[in-house]
């Protein structure tokens, strides 16, 4: 019976460790409340903090994740994933509120993976960017069909159609020459966007974040910019042609890790279409204008991609068990994939950190900067690089890279400021200091 009873004990207490909590659809107060539930189980890895408010002045919460909350720390590469952009496209906000849970528990019970993803990395995690559509869509209650319900702000905006658009200037530059990063916004920017959009813009130009995803539904795939087709070719009523990053490769391999860790989405039949091993460039697929994910990559040092991930934008909640043990993996997989390439400091020759220096990699048309504190970090796959940082006042600097598929290589560059080159000035005769010209010495008469 002692042997029984033993064996039950054990069971209770393994069950007691890996029970999952209840999967549920969460409203607003639901979600704000498992937000804070978690930063209390895990206060010193953890920080809760809001961007700015929706229409109807909902917070835009995020949850971070690191070993120095609130605290950039010098090499540690910052990432984030955004959900419920549109505010029917739900799972992705579940499965964010579930990775928040699942990281907390994890890294309380000592798994080495999550306790050194948590200490190598900053995470930001916004479950909602469209509270106020959420509510909408939530309202309709089980069982009715509404597509369309809730996708909208507050304002009835397609938050995914109202970032600045930066593809047409890109698209000019790369044929007339210009920037390829760092785009500039227009100057009446602010009144042309949601105060959701708004608030994003900011939160990104805020964090030197490194790697993004944005969670949606009504497909399965990974999608990689560009989203913005750059021909105006037509397949039936959907603008579409395969419009690549000068980062295409790279683009691909990350949409990869994310399909392949995935319990389904690289088998490529999913919801009636049929995407090779899960992925698609965005515009490929449809032309889309004014997108969250191009605006990262234009605008920021930020990669960032598109996940759908549901054939059904608002699943049952019979279904979310099962969604989130299809997704837990890739979710984590695709945290990972911000440790590889370059990154290093850039510093002047009295040490000092050198922010907004321009990180160059030959052959590859888009460049990245250092942020704030002079670090930089460029997302690479294996190979062998030319890599060049420039500064305003500096010489450059170039070097040789080889980059493995392990850890980033780390890089550091030292930039001597650049000496003036001063035109020499022509002496002539009877010249003083700088060559001017000096009086004839006059001699003193002799006297009558």
Same mark, same amino acid.
């Given at each position: ?7 039950? #004990?054990? !069971?209770? +207490?393994?069950?007691? /460790? ?8 969460? @409203?607003?107060?639901? %979600? *704000? ?61 579940? #499965?964010? !509120?579930? +990775?928040?849970?699942? /990281? ?8 080495? @993976?999550?306790?050194? %993803? *948590? ?63 760092? !785009?500039? +916004? ?263």
């Amino acid at each position: 019976m002692s042997g029984l009873l033993s064996i039950f #004990l054990h !069971l209770l +207490l393994l069950f007691k /460790l890996v029970a999952p909590v209840t999967f549920r659809h969460r @409203r607003y107060d639901d %979600l *704000v409340r498992t937000l804070y539930n978690v930063h209390n189980e895990c206060p010193y890895i953890t920080r809760l903090y809001s961007v700015g408010r929706s229409v109807k002045g909902r917070h835009l919460y995020v949850l971070e994740f690191s070993d120095f909350p609130g605290i950039h720390e010098p090499l540690e590469p910052e990432v984030k994933y955004v959900g419920n952009m549109h505010g029917n496209e739900v799972l992705g906000r579940e #499965l964010l !509120l579930q +990775l928040s849970e699942f /990281l907390c528990e994890e890294f309380r019970n000592g798994n080495q @993976r999550i306790v050194r %993803l *948590v200490e190598s990395t900053r995470i930001h995690i916004m479950p909602s960017m469209n509270p106020d559509g959420y509510e909408v869509a939530a309202a309709q209650g089980p069982g009715i069909s509404g597509y369309l319900v809730g996708r909208n702000n507050a304002n009835g905006v397609d938050l995914n159609r109202n970032f600045p658009d930066l593809n047409t200037y890109i698209y000019y530059n790369e044929k007339y020459g210009g920037p390829n990063h760092h !785009l500039p +916004l227009p100057d009446n920017w602010k009144s042309q966007v949601e105060p959701e959009t708004r608030a994003v813009i900011h939160w990104i130009r805020s964090f030197n974040f490194v790697l993004s995803a944005n969670l949606h539904g009504g497909a399965v795939v990974a999608n990689y910019p560009y989203d913005k087709s750059l021909e105006h070719r037509f397949r039936g009523f959907r603008r579409t042609a395969n419009t690549p990053t000068p980062d295409d490769k790279l683009f691909q391999k990350l949409a990869k890790v994310y399909s392949y860790a995935h319990g389904w989405m690289h088998q490529g039949w999913n919801c009636g279409d049929y995407f090779p091993d899960g992925i698609t460039n965005g515009a490929s697929w449809y032309s889309l204008s004014k997108g969250m994910q191009d605006f990262n990559y234009l605008h920021t040092n930020c990669f960032e991609i598109t996940l759908e991930l549901s054939c059904d934008k608002f699943p049952r909640q019979e279904d979310l068990q099962r969604e989130w043990l299809g997704n837990r993996e890739a979710l984590i997989q695709f945290l990972e994939q911000v440790h590889q390439g370059i990154k290093g400091m850039v510093l002047d020759e009295n040490n000092n950190n050198l922010p907004e220096a321009v990180i160059s990699v030959s052959g590859i048309n888009h460049d990245v900067t250092s942020g704030d504190h002079g670090d930089y970090f460029r997302l690479l796959l294996p190979g062998t690089y030319i890599v060049t940082a420039t500064a305003p006042g500096f010489d450059p600097e170039t070097v040789s890279v080889t980059v493995g598929p392990g850890e980033p290589k780390l890089v550091d560059f030292q930039l001597k400021r650049s000496i003036p080159q001063v035109t020499p000035t022509r002496r002539v005769p009877n010249a003083g200091p700088g060559g001017r010209v000096l009086p004839k010495k006059v001699q003193p008469r002799a006297a009558k």
